[in-house]
């Protein structure tokens, strides 16, 4: 499973940190960084219920190894 990181659509809410701070990395005015993330097998539930937090729709959701995403 890979979390798709759309930074541009980021607004520094820090949802996703609260809902799995191990997971979803920010700076320090709140906004996640930059890059994709690769999720450990065992972090699947707490990284989806992160990404599905985002209200700027900012996290996709990759379940599949394929290029498609699954939008959260």
Same mark, same amino acid.
Not at 32 to 55: K, M, Q, T, W, Y
């Given at each position: 499973?890979? %979390?798709? /990181?759309?930074?541009?659509?980021?607004?520094?809410?820090? @949802?996703?940190?609260?809902?799995? #701070? *191990?997971?979803?990395?920010?700076?320090?005015?709140?906004?996640?960084?930059?890059?994709? %993330?690769? /999720?450990?097998?065992?972090?699947?539930?707490?990284?989806? @219920?992160?990404?599905?937090?985002? #209200? *700027?729709?900012?996290?996709?959701?990759?379940?599949?190894?394929?290029?498609?995403?699954?939008?959260?």
């Amino acid at each position: 499973m890979h %979390i798709i /990181v759309h930074n541009a659509k980021c607004h520094g809410h820090a @949802r996703c940190w609260s809902q799995a #701070p *191990e997971i979803f990395k920010l700076d320090e005015d709140g906004y996640i960084l930059p890059g994709n %993330i690769d /999720v450990a097998a065992g972090n699947e539930f707490c990284a989806s @219920r992160g990404a599905r937090s985002c #209200p *700027e729709r900012a996290l996709e959701i990759n379940r599949s190894s394929d290029t498609a995403p699954v939008m959260a």
